[in-house]
């Protein structure tokens, strides 16, 4: 199914990411910004505020991919499903969302099995180790059941490690599908998360923290302002809103719009989430599904399918495919502590491990990504 066209708040949000080849960055770095980082931007006086340029030389690219990420169109699947003597809950689909969702459908899949009547203390097996299996682990484990993970890779092997993981379901749903129903659900989720997150945010093993995000564009509407349906009932959710003008801001660029969001570490993150199911008695199987036999095969009678992608081989969805974003990981930088994306969903944000930039979605041709990515640091400060 054609993806639908970018709003300004996923192309601001689609901060989670996939591969662009180093030739990307090479010709990147000849942008005519102030080398040392001053000044304001071009045609404008001085700027109100200064930002750490991003230093671009192409030695600092440390590693590339392109990261497939599990989508469908109508949103996640949440849902439950008797298979003989098996109840088997579905959790997957979250397409560029699972970190953003992850505690709420979590939530959601214990809900399910309360309301199937399991008893308390019951075998519980979660398949699938990323971000959306360790969550859902562990509300089982806070809800009482005892819980087994069962998945081919554990963290740091996972996809959700590749994650870029800034708080917003991102392709989560094609907007010309957003029914009211599933809108509730996906708000629901979303808060879930967010309290969740926020209860986690002053333990510096998760590696969550709050940042301020720029998107920049030379146009300002009514309705780029108002944004998407996602972002209009998670507005509160993204403290400090503020529009820059021309000349009041570092960017070479009309407007800067900012605002604070939360960004989620995945290697510290998924790690800490591991060694917490862990300590509150939960086990962990390496094993992998090659087909549904399989996972209806383990010993515990009420199974969650958090495998994402890999949901593929064991059921039929006609809906679930790839959605794959391509990401280039520079050096880390410790003075850059801000993100920054344009409309094109060309996007930069800094973690511990580096500066991630690229374009948040779609395996594109070189040429066409190299373009993307001129523009994104034509307006951005750099060196390099």
């Given at each position: 199914?054609?993806?639908?066209?970018?709003?300004?708040?996923?192309?601001?949000?689609?901060?989670?990411?996939?591969?662009?080849?180093?030739?990307?960055?090479?010709?990147?770095?000849?942008?005519?910004?102030?080398?040392?980082?001053?000044?304001?931007?071009?045609?404008?006086?001085?700027?109100?505020?200064?930002?750490?340029?991003?230093?671009?030389?192409?030695?600092?690219?440390?590693?590339?991919?392109?990261?497939?990420?599990?989508?469908?169109?109508?949103?996640?699947?949440?849902?439950?499903?008797?298979?003989?003597?098996?109840?088997?809950?579905?959790?997957?689909?979250?397409?560029?969302?699972?970190?953003?969702?992850?505690?709420?459908?979590?939530?959601?899949?214990?809900?399910?099995?309360?309301?199937?009547?399991?008893?308390?203390?019951?075998?519980?097996?979660?398949?699938?180790?990323?971000?959306?299996?360790?969550?859902?682990?562990?509300?089982?484990?806070?809800?009482?059941?005892?819980?087994?993970?069962?998945?081919?890779?554990?963290?740091?092997?996972?996809?959700?490690?590749?994650?870029?993981?800034?708080?917003?379901?991102?392709?989560?749903?094609?907007?010309?599908?957003?029914?009211?129903?599933?809108?509730?659900?996906?708000?629901?989720?979303?808060?879930t998360s967010h309290a969740r997150f926020l209860d986690l945010l002053?333990?510096?093993?998760?590696?969550?923290?709050?940042?301020?995000?720029?998107?920049?564009?030379?146009?300002?509407?009514?309705?780029?302002?108002?944004?998407?349906?996602?972002?209009?009932?998670?507005?509160?959710?993204?403290?400090?809103?503020?529009?820059?003008?021309?000349?009041?801001?570092?960017?070479?660029?009309?407007f800067a719009w900012r605002e604070d969001n939360i960004f989620i570490?995945?290697?510290?993150?998924?790690?800490?989430?591991?060694?917490?199911?862990?300590?509150?008695?939960?086990?962990?199987?390496?094993?992998?599904?090659?087909?549904?036999?399989?996972?209806?095969?383990?010993?515990?009678?009420?199974?969650?399918?958090?495998?994402?992608?890999?949901?593929?081989?064991?059921?039929?969805?006609?809906?679930?495919?790839?959605?794959?974003?391509?990401?280039?990981?520079?050096?880390?930088?410790?003075?850059?502590?801000?993100?920054?994306?344009?409309?094109?969903?060309?996007?930069?944000?800094?973690?511990?491990?580096?500066?991630?930039?690229?374009r948040g979605e779609g395996v594109v041709d070189t040429m066409e990504?190299?373009?993307?990515?001129?523009?994104?640091?034509?307006?951005?400060?750099?060196?390099?």
């Open positions: 199914m054609p993806r639908p066209t970018l709003t300004r708040r996923e192309a601001l949000l689609r901060l989670a990411g996939g591969a662009a080849a180093p030739s990307l960055l090479l010709a990147a770095c000849d942008v005519g910004w102030p080398r040392d980082g001053g000044g304001g931007p071009a045609g404008g006086g001085d700027a109100a505020f200064t930002l750490a340029p991003i230093n671009l030389d192409p030695d600092r690219i440390t590693r590339t991919y392109v990261c497939a990420r599990p989508y469908r169109p109508s949103g996640f699947r949440v849902e439950a499903e008797r298979m003989g003597e098996t109840l088997l809950v579905h959790n997957y689909g979250h397409g560029g969302g699972g970190f953003t969702l992850s505690w709420g459908t979590a939530a959601m899949v214990a809900d399910i099995l309360r309301d199937a009547a399991v008893p308390a203390g019951a075998a519980v097996a979660v398949a699938g180790c990323g971000v959306v299996g360790l969550t859902t682990a562990l509300v089982l484990l806070e809800r009482g059941f005892s819980v087994t993970i069962h998945a081919r890779a554990l963290p740091p092997d996972t996809t959700s490690n590749l994650a870029g993981a800034s708080f917003f379901p991102s392709t989560a749903v094609d907007p010309s599908l957003l029914t009211p129903a599933f809108a509730e659900r996906l708000e629901t989720a979303c808060r002053p333990d510096p093993r998760y590696g969550i923290s709050w940042k301020p995000q720029y998107f920049v564009t030379d146009e300002w509407t009514p309705e780029i302002e108002a944004g998407d349906a996602i972002y209009g009932m998670l507005r509160d959710l993204y403290p400090n809103q503020e529009l820059f003008r021309e000349g009041t801001h570092p960017f070479q660029t009309r570490e995945p290697t510290p993150y998924l790690t800490r989430l591991v060694a917490d199911f862990r300590e509150r008695g939960g086990n962990t199987v390496v094993r992998d599904f090659e087909s549904l036999e399989d996972l209806l095969g383990l010993d515990e009678r009420w199974i969650v399918n958090c495998t994402g992608l890999g949901a593929s081989a064991l059921v039929t969805d006609p809906e679930l495919t790839s959605n794959p974003s391509q990401t280039v990981i520079l050096a880390p930088q410790p003075d850059v502590d801000y993100a920054v994306a344009d409309i094109d969903g060309v996007y930069m944000f800094p973690r511990s491990d580096g500066i991630m930039l690229g990504l190299l373009e993307a990515q001129r523009r994104l640091v034509a307006r951005t400060p750099v060196t390099g």
